[in-house]
């Protein structure tokens, strides 16, 4: 059983090790346990794992587009893929220079499609320059994930202005469902800095299972 466990052991060490090597060439079909960088024709940049040419494993894909006499703007998705698929928790973040951002974060089923609720967060940027959320200097500086959910979340009152428990300000404004990748309903929208807030969201089901999920989460 001990020689077992060393095996098994070793082979994930020695996978992980592979998978630290950068991609060769440019046929991504080809790319086997190594970390591969694309560009779509939109610049948009995905980096991350791939097995046997399929992306499989935690990713990043983001843009900035930089403009000279107004205000550049960009944004990062992240989550993990599974032999080509989005599953489990993915996360976007925008940002505008000196001006809005917000921030997503749900699941993903196996076939890659939104399901379950799926909660936001905004402000805008100046907010973080001013050091409103404490140690955190923006939505994607933090990480643009779990992380950053659960720092800028009032569990108990999600539609206040307090503080959350971790120190960060309650960014949290609304919450959408989705079914198989379809919107099949929504909470309203609270605490935001632009728009009626007529939304409540504590004690309700959609935002219970949303915490769940986010608690849920182990890396």
Request: aromatic share 14%.
């Amino acid at each position: 059983m001990k020689i077992k466990l060393l095996i098994i052991s070793f082979s994930i060490l020695t996978s992980q090790a592979f998978a630290k090597v950068e991609c060769k060439g440019t046929d991504v079909s080809n790319w086997d346990n190594c970390i591969g960088e694309t560009a779509n024709p939109n610049g948009e940049i995905s980096k991350g794992p791939y097995i046997k040419g399929k992306k499989h494993g935690f990713f990043r894909d983001s843009i900035w587009v930089y403009r000279e006499h107004i205000s550049s703007d960009g944004y990062s998705k992240q989550g993990r893929y599974v032999k080509g698929i989005k599953q489990g928790i993915w996360s976007y973040c925008y940002t505008r220079q000196v001006s809005y951002t917000y921030f997503r974060i749900g699941k993903y089923n196996e076939k890659g499609e939104r399901d379950g609720p799926w909660g936001e967060f905004n402000t805008y940027e100046q907010d973080f320059m001013d050091g409103s959320n404490g140690k955190y200097s923006g939505f994607s500086d933090s990480g643009c994930y779990v992380k950053t959910a659960l720092y800028h979340l009032n569990k108990e009152n999600p539609c206040s202005t307090k503080k959350t428990p971790l120190g960060g300000s309650n960014l949290f404004t609304n919450i959408d469902v989705y079914k198989n990748g379809d919107l099949v309903d929504s909470g309203g929208v609270c605490n935001h800095p632009i728009l009626d807030t007529t939304g409540e969201y504590k004690n309700t089901s959609m935002f219970k299972e949303w915490v769940k999920i986010l608690e849920s989460h182990n890396d």
